[in-house]
């Protein structure tokens, strides 16, 4: 952690003079973009630094930089900051930062929630302000006493003088330990100290989202607003070119119907309203010049160029001469569609705009960038907009949008209807909207030697690139290639002598965003579906390769071999039931996964059983490290078994949960999850438990049908036996 | 004007009364704790009770719920004390949370009519309600938690 992530007393001055009027800090946020479990604070609410405010009343709020979308992050950052600071447990509340750039992210240098960055950036400063805040009330105390800091403990929120046996609450500390300097430095305890990181430590935002009163963007309702729905054009990039609103403006309740950038907006006193009026809207759409793209062609066209090489992000050695003297080669095609996030949450967002400023409540993991772009659409200076970011129905990286969509159209909205407006989208807008994880096709050819190990590898990519005209061009994208669509490839752990990746890039009208996992999740599942195949041309057993291959991986090879002894591998199965294995390296983490799985005569795919291991560094809640592999491997096995969006001239396909259909409790598979001991810093969870299932699963199935996957989602109907029923 | 009671509670709701249930719910009455996940009753977050039976309220017409009574997630317990919901809290299953909603008020009717589930009375009665995250695990071991802590309470 670096010095500059520390904030300094005279930057949180500022931070609070900003938004709350002084050294008293009390942020009086409205009601509606709080999360339930941070009920208003107190009337006597002291800010000891920008992440922590304590009560008279003795409560504690944490202010999280960070957004909540299920995982876990409204617990982990308090259980960073209390480790330090000590205070009752009970006591702790969470609230959503607003934005300043006080709360920016220590290593993307903007307020963001993704990548699975937030425990890794975060476990630096958030202990810091803890220590911070504790050494203040100490110092409080100690100088109310007039005794030497150093001569007082602290036990759960009572800083004590042993000698003289005197006691004081932080809460009636709170007041005069916010007017102390903050101390530049101090020192934070030991791992061997710790008495609530690496505890199973149960969420706070649990029994919120058990009745009801947990708030996420769709529930937010400010005095005079409206309701609004906007239909958009039916090909990406399509424009309105005239529309008809009689039938529309008919509609008890519709307040206006106005043209938007992105379309024609209904506005109604409330969204059923809005939906029945823009039912009967009619739109002449411009169509513009993506009004051919099929997805079919794009297969056939993305097969086409990666026939050769393209531009190279990754070799080491000889490939190509190391091919021509393999004693054997095999070369294998994968194949993965567009993806939509479909978070539960469809997107939504409501502007409160005046002409002095902009009020903006949301669920958003991107407050800097949306507050930017936001700003720009509504012919403001940033500083007069602020964003509320409620808690989030997921995320998967669809609300981490460069453009900010969803926000900067809901500006446009409330700019058209002059008042404070909630933009709702639908299940469909939300299926058809765009910004999916790419489509992308994988081709492996691989030179094993005469003993069967792979001696030679190359892999080309092609696919869109995520950072391409984004504001992340100039992080993301080096020598012509974004790390995003090679990442999982071009860093495999294996070790194989001679390899080449090399990427195409074609460009597409549609929009493409990151998706849990980003390029992890087409390298995972074609790099190990083909090392698998790579084991079997080499007469090896798939787990005992991948161990020969990670001898100079020691992390990775203990995730692997935990979850092989934990999964029985190489014991009995019942008949028909298959087993396979996938590792997977992604967001700094090490996953390893084994699945059992059988198919029906019909081809339907069963998964049986699946064992995950683990190594995330140092574990802060244990039980949300569980939940989130948990939680990975049944979005892997959507993406394994049910998901693709599809186009045909131009249009989406799919439509809402019919044909978009997500996993279900009864496809639901067994899940355990082991993690590895460690003492490294910590490292992604959110995201790194999705890449390894579909492969493993992949692996699974040939090993019960001797049938290759070469693409998702696994179609039935490839795997049918002749003569069943489909 | 369609008149009916929620969460015990005599309730007038003056819109359109083929206006679903789930939108009168959450825009005329403002209980947002039932939640709009598809509007085509594929997902199963705006389930809630009507006179006793899980229904989804985004297909479920305002008219049908003329002088009957509605449960919502609001209304589940005052204080947390149902034993779905001390089951949720103590597996932490709930993560982004929007689905959960509806998927406590599915399992309430479940255990409602059966006690002592097995996991394929579960996946049956469950399987109507999507979640993203995947909380598919903890949820099955909740329910069979929670009929366990009614259970207790029963024979006490």
Redo the contacts between chains.
């Keep these: 952690m670096s010095a500059s992530a520390v904030v300094g007393r005279r930057e949180f001055i500022r931070t609070g003079a900003a938004i709350g009027g002084g050294l008293l800090v009390s942020l009086h946020a409205p009601l509606a973009g709080r999360t339930s479990d941070a009920l208003a604070a107190g009337e006597k609410d002291f800010a000891l630094n920008a992440f922590v405010r304590i009560g008279t009343d003795e409560s504690v709020t944490v202010i999280s930089a960070h957004s909540e979308m299920g995982q876990g992050i409204y617990t982990s950052l308090p259980m960073l900051l209390n480790e330090e600071l000590q205070a009752d447990w009970m006591k702790i509340r969470v609230e959503a930062a607003p934005v300043d750039k006080v709360y920016n992210h220590p290593a993307f240098g903007m307020q963001i929630t993704g990548g699975s960055t937030t425990s890794p950036a975060e476990w630096g400063r958030y202990r810091k302000m803890g220590a911070v805040a504790r050494t203040m009330l100490v110092e409080a105390a100690a100088r109310q006493w007039n005794v030497e800091a150093s001569s007082c403990r602290v036990d759960e929120g009572v800083v004590i003088h042993g000698a003289t046996g005197r006691r004081a609450t932080y809460g009636s500390l709170a007041s005069a330990a916010a007017q102390l300097t903050a101390p530049a430095d101090v020192p934070l305890k030991p791992a061997k100290a710790f008495t609530l990181i690496g505890k199973p430590t149960r969420r706070l935002d649990t029994p919120s989202k058990t009745n009801g009163t947990a708030q996420f963007g769709l529930d937010v309702s400010v005095p005079g607003m409206l309701t609004a729905v906007v239909a958009r054009p039916p090909v990406f990039g399509g424009k309105v070119a005239k529309f008809d609103a009689n039938e529309t403006l008919k509609v008890p309740g519709v307040k206006a119907v106005k043209e938007v950038p992105s379309g024609v907006a209904v506005i109604a006193e409330r969204f059923w309203p809005a939906k029945i009026g823009r039912d009967k809207l009619t739109v002449d759409w411009d169509l513009g010049p993506n009004a051919a793209l099929s997805t079919e062609q794009m297969l056939r066209d993305f097969t086409e160029m990666a026939k050769n090489p393209g531009t190279i992000a990754k070799k080491t050695g000889d490939p190509e001469a190391a091919l021509k003297t393999a004693a054997k080669t095999i070369t294998a095609e994968y194949d993965v569609p567009y993806l939509a996030h479909a978070m539960m949450e469809p997107l939504n967002c409501v502007v409160d705009l005046r002409a002095d400023g902009c009020e903006i409540w949301t669920g958003t993991q991107f407050e800097t960038v949306d507050r930017a772009n936001a700003a720009n659409a509504a012919g403001l200076p940033p500083e007069k907009v602020q964003i509320h970011t409620t808690l989030l129905g997921g995320g998967f990286g669809r609300r981490a949008n460069p453009a900010s969509d969803f926000v900067v159209e809901a500006v446009h909205v409330a700019k058209a209807a002059k008042a404070p407006v909630k933009v709702v989208w639908t299940r469909e807008d939300d299926l058809k909207g765009g910004w999916y994880r790419p489509m992308w096709h994988d081709r492996f050819v691989a030179g094993l030697d005469a003993s069967g190990n792979p001696v030679a590898w190359t892999h080309t990519i092609v696919g869109q690139s995520i950072m391409q005209g984004t504001l992340f061009e100039a992080y993301g994208i080096k020598d012509g290639v974004d790390s995003a669509s090679v990442e999982g490839a071009a860093d495999l752990l294996y070790g194989i002598p001679n390899l080449q990746v090399d990427l195409h890039t074609p460009k597409i009208g549609v929009p493409v965003q990151w998706w849990r996992s980003v390029g992890h999740s087409h390298t995972g599942f074609s790099v190990e579906a083909f090392l698998d195949e790579v084991a079997h041309a080499g007469g090896k057993d798939p787990y005992e390769l991948r161990r020969t291959l990670l001898a100079k991986q020691p992390r990775m090879r203990a995730v692997l071999e935990l979850a092989a002894q934990k999964a029985n591998w190489g014991s009995k199965l019942p008949a028909g039931v298959g087993r396979g294995i996938a590792t997977h390296f992604s967001f700094d983490s090490y996953v390893a996964q084994v699945v059992e799985a059988s198919v029906e005569k019909n081809g339907a795919v069963r998964v049986h059983r699946v064992v995950c291991a683990v190594d995330c560094g140092t574990v802060i809640n244990p039980d949300t490290v569980k939940a989130q592999m948990e939680g990975g491997i049944i979005f892997g096995l959507t993406a394994a078994l049910k998901t693709e969006i599809t186009l045909k001239d131009g249009r989406v396909q799919q439509d809402n949960f019919h044909d978009y259909q997500m996993l279900r409790i009864f496809e639901s598979p067994e899940i355990e999850v082991h993690i590895v001991p460690s003492s490294e810093n910590p490292t992604g969870v959110g995201e790194p438990g999705v890449p390894p299932v579909a492969p493993a699963l992949a692996n699974a199935i040939f090993a019960v049908t001797g049938k290759r996957i070469h693409r998702l989602p696994i179609r039935a109907s490839d795997l049918a036996q002749e003569g069943a029923k489909s | 004007m369609t008149s009916f009671f929620v969460n015990g509670k005599p309730v007038q709701v003056d ?2 009364p083929a ?2 249930l789930l ?1 009168a719910l ?3 009455l ?11 009753a ?2 199963g ?1 705006c389930t809630v009770h009507l006179d006793g039976k899980a229904i989804r309220s985004c297909v479920a017409p305002l008219s049908r719920a003329e002088g009957k009574h509605v449960t ?3 209304g ?2 005052a204080n ?1 004390t149902h034993p ?2 001390k089951a ?2 103590e597996l ?10 509806g998927q ?1 008020m599915s399992a309430a009717v479940l255990l409602a009519e059966n006690p002592k589930p097995t996991d394929k009375d ?3 009665a ?2 109507g ?12 071991r909740a329910i069979h938690r929670a009929a366990q802590l009614a259970g207790e309470g029963r024979t006490r």
């Design positions: 819109v359109d206006t679903p939108w959450r825009d005329s403002e209980m947002t704790g039932t939640k709009f996940g598809c509007g085509m594929l997902c977050a919502t997630i609001e589940l317990s947390l779905l919901q949720w809290i932490d299953v709930p993560q982004c949370g929007y689905c959960q909603s406590i579960i996946d049956e469950m399987g309600n999507i979640c993203r995250c995947g909380t598919y695990p903890r949820i099955r």
